[in-house]
């Protein structure tokens, strides 16, 4: 039961990874936005 548990969240690590990536940059993006419409 816990292997499995512990199988589950190491699939899951490499998506969480991706999707904090994909918010910082996201983030950036809305940041370089606003600086250039400000300009």
Same mark, same amino acid.
Do not use: D, W
């Given at each position: 039961? +816990?292997? @499995?548990? +512990? @199988? ?8 969480? /990874?991706?999707?904090?990536?994909? @918010? /910082? +940059?996201? @983030? +950036?993006?809305?940041?370089?936005r606003q600086?250039r419409s400000?300009?």
């Amino acid at each position: 039961m +816990i292997c @499995g548990l +512990i @199988g589950t969240i190491h699939k899951l690590e490499p998506m969480r /990874v991706e999707l904090n990536v994909q @918010g /910082v +940059i996201y @983030g +950036i993006a809305l940041v370089c936005r606003q600086v250039r419409s400000c300009e």
